[in-house]
Antibody, heavy 118, light 107 residues
Framework: EVQLVESGGGLVQPGGSLRLSCAAS????????MHWVRQPTGKGLEWVSV???????YYAGSGKGRFTVSRGNAKNSFYLQMNSLRAGDTAVYYC????????????WGHGTTVTVSS | SYELTQPPSVSVSPGQTATITCSGD??????ASWYQQKPGQSPVLVIY???KRPSGIPERFSGSNSGNTATLTISGTQAMDEADYYC??????????FGGGTKLTVL
């Protein structure tokens, strides 16, 4: 079964850090660019970051300098290290996979909730 | 900054055709994709590369693009199609842009 499973969400104080993980199975992980997309409660989707198949990383402006994405192809996993968290980072964080065949997000995880609050 | 504009809401009667638009300056340079998201669920890809359907997506879902506007059309809309729909395109430096989302109500 093709799936992505996120973990690592939770409650963190402003200024704190959190590391999200995403475990992939059922597809050739190394052939897909891997993304994080977040969604505040009741709001729309916001792209956060990507790590492509070559290991290059790109970030939305909101996370530059605070977020770091990495991947471990041997473990079929990828990660989002989030530092200096703010209330505005509160959201459901989805991992998603995009393939060069579709230029779209073919596979989505179920999401993990990050709450930044004192 | 690059933006994609969608109507906040669209209403349709069962069996009729629903049309959701997505406008953006660079849509002519980038493929558009569409995602369906039902309450409490993750998004699901329904259209990619403007007009292609992934396997498992019903034929009533179709997409098109004309200049700077992409369109998602749902023919013979069913109650199960009630959801939020998001368009998505690619900006510069592999950045990803999502539209603000459209809430489709099947009355």
């Amino acid at each position: 079964e093709v799936q992505l499973v996120e973990s690592g969400g939770g409650l963190v104080q402003p200024g704190g850090s959190l590391r999200l993980s995403c475990a992939a199975s059922g597809f050739t992980f190394s052939s897909y660019d891997m993304h994080w997309v977040r969604q505040p409660t009741g709001k729309g989707l916001e792209w956060v970051s990507v790590i492509d198949t070559a290991g290059y990383t790109y970030y939305a402006g909101s996370g530059k300098g605070r977020f770091t994405v990495s991947r471990g192809n041997a473990k079929n996993s990828f990660y989002l290290q989030m530092n200096s968290l703010r209330a505005g980072d509160t959201a459901v964080y989805y991992c998603a996979a995009s393939s060069p065949f579709t230029d779209a997000f073919d596979i989505w995880g179920h999401g993990t909730t990050v709450t930044v609050s004192s | 900054s690059y933006e994609l504009t969608q109507p906040p809401s669209v209403s349709v009667s069962p069996g009729q055709t629903a049309t959701i638009t997505c406008s953006g300056d660079k849509l002519g340079d980038s493929y558009a994709s569409w995602y369906q998201q039902k309450p409490g669920q993750s998004p699901v890809l329904v259209i990619y590369q403007h007009d292609k359907r992934p396997s498992g997506i019903p034929e009533r879902f179709s997409g098109s693009n004309s200049g700077n506007t992409a369109t998602l059309t749902i023919s013979g809309t069913q109650a199960m199609d009630e959801a939020d729909y998001y368009c998505q395109a690619w900006g510069s430096s592999t950045n990803v842009i999502f539209g603000g989302g459209t809430k489709l109500t099947v009355l």
